[in-house]
């Protein structure tokens, strides 16, 4: 085994399952271990930074709230600036907003709109990709404000939701999958 896989096992390891949470019937991924454990998080944040192969990235755009959390770090690893994608109404300045629909309902992010400059190249990140609604409306947001869209990278993958179909066009990559 290499060193990659080597920790992807333990990441992996780390990760909590917990049964109905926040409602009865989701298996909610507990990454807080991960993040806890420095050399742990590091290899997260490493493994998300390879996702782009040593292409040039200038913004990291992460998705509230874990997803700032990796996206931040990867930022830093690859030499590129952050920007937040962020629930409606958490950002001052004027935005720009998607909504995707939900099981009940619909959800609504928004970005600043000059988060990025037209042409810059951006990866996207978040801890897990469910049924890929959040990441598709985010890709959608930075497609309108005129960026290019590397990769969208997320640690954990829930494969069964099928999240990949609704970001195709995309690269995508993710590390540990159930
Ligand atoms: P989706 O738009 O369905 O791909 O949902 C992705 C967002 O919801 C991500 O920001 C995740 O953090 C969160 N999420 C969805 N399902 C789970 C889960 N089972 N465990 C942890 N986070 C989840």
Known sequence: MNEQSTTIGEIEAAIRTIPDFPRPGIQFKDITPVLADPRLFAG???????????????????????????????????????????????????????????????????????????????????????TGGTAAAAAGLLAKLGAEVVAISFLVELTFLNGRKRLSGYQVHSFIRY
């Open 44 to 130: 997260s944040v490493r493994l998300l930074a390879s996702s782009v192969g040593g292409q040039r990235i200038d913004t990291v755009a992460g998705i509230e709230a874990r997803g700032f959390i990796f996206a931040s770090a990867v930022a830093l690893q690859l030499g590129a600036g952050f920007v937040p994608v962020r629930k409606k109404g958490k950002l001052p300045y004027k935005t720009l907003e998607a909504s995707y629909d939900l099981e009940y309902g619909t959800n609504t992010i928004e970005m600043h709109v000059d988060a990025v400059k037209p042409g810059s190249r951006v990866l996207l990140v978040d801890d897990l990709l469910a």
